[in-house]
């Protein structure tokens, strides 16, 4: 059956798989690991990730490489992330233990879905934790549901690593100063959907969120981090309100190994004049290269890869890091987690 999946077109979509695992938190305690092959929930229809968003989830990637073994990459730093993220919003958090265990297991159940060395394709793990008790009260659930699915997904890059263009609309904002952008909840997603469906429809690939207090510096770029290279330097917003993004951790690794300078800090909008290069960065693309900025308020257009080609330093980084993803390059940080 896996020999009819076209793995080199893949879309980032939902493909079923064998099976998927859960664990479920009630009477004060996380039950055991089970094992489902439903693609199906039963809940009460009063759960309160139904009403009041209860829900956080993550999203990391396991690779086929080039020895034929499968790695999971870096899944402690999500597994720490999502407690932070259910701490955040009053959940129960997943002991880091059970989520190792647990994406390992559905990994390795569902093998033959984790796409071949070469094919650019991946098997996406996205662990979802969400409150169900049945109550109309608005008050944190007592009762959890922690489950894992996996579905491969295609290169993200058909046509190959290009530069896209980004937009910068102040009138929407994804999350509030001190709200929840610093974890991966739903609902910020649910808050973002009008901006980047706007976005799209004007020829975007995401929009580029300022902060949210003052509208002065850089925050987050879509659903992913924002990183640029101005003068050989590799600078990224330090933010309250955005997510502490793996990608972006790893790369800032990454770039320090290779000599190259980082910065955390603010980045002031009008500084978008003096970088060299800009990428988007997250698990799905590792890092997407930006070509323009469009500030559409002001009508600015920052131009960014003034060649349309991906910069140099983006370039060396996203190849360093999915060699080590895929085992082409040695791991030294010890970042892969090898399934057997
Ligand atoms: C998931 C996510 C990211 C990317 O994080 P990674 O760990 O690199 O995948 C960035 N920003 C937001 C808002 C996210 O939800």
Not at 61 to 82: C, H, M, T, W
Not at 103 to 130: C, D, H, Q, T
Not at 143 to 169: H, S
Not at 254 to 273: Q, S, T, Y
């Amino acid at each position: 059956m896996t020999k009819e999946l076209d793995w080199s077109n893949l879309a980032f979509g939902y493909i079923p798989t064998d099976y998927n695992v859960r664990c479920r938190f009630a009477d004060g305690k996380w039950g055991p690991i089970e094992v489902s092959q439903s693609e199906y929930i039963d809940m009460h229809i009063a759960a309160t990730c139904l009403h009041y968003g209860q829900e956080v989830f993550e999203g990391l990637k396991a690779f086929r490489g080039a020895d034929g073994k499968i790695r999971v990459f870096r899944l402690e730093e999500n597994a720490r992330r999502i407690r932070q993220s259910a701490i955040g919003i009053k959940m129960e958090p997943v002991p880091e233990e059970i989520f190792a265990e647990m994406v390992k297991k559905v990994v390795k159940l569902n093998e033959r879905f984790v796409p071949p060395y070469g094919s650019g394709a991946s098997l996406y793990i996205r662990p979802i934790e969400i409150g169900m008790s049945a109550q109309i009260g608005v008050h944190p659930s007592s009762e959890y549901l922690f489950m894992i699915l996996v579905t491969p997904v295609g290169p993200y890059f058909k046509e190959g690593f290009r530069p896209t263009n980004i937009c910068i609309m102040r009138e929407f904002d994804r999350v509030a100063p001190k709200g929840t952008g610093r974890w991966k909840v739903g609902g910020n997603y649910a808050a973002s959907m009008e901006a980047g469906e706007k976005a799209h429809e004007l020829g975007y690939s995401a929009v580029l969120y300022l902060d949210p207090k003052e509208k002065k510096y850089i925050d987050e770029c879509g659903p992913a981090n924002f990183f640029a290279v101005k003068d050989g330097v590799y600078i990224t917003p330090a933010s309250e309100s955005i997510l502490p993004s793996v990608t972006n951790n790893s790369l800032m690794t990454l770039a320090e190994d290779m000599g190259i300078k980082v910065e955390r800090r603010h980045i002031p909008v009008e500084e978008l004049a003096e970088i060299q290069e800009a990428a988007a960065c997250g698990t799905a693309a590792v890092a997407s290269p930006v070509a323009e900025i469009h500030d559409l308020d002001l009508d600015v257009k920052y131009i960014v890869a003034k060649d349309g080609e991906p910069g140099p330093v983006t370039t060396s980084l996203y190849n360093r890091l999915r060699a080590i993803q895929l085992g082409e390059e040695p791991d030294t940080h010890g970042w892969n987690t090898i399934i057997d």
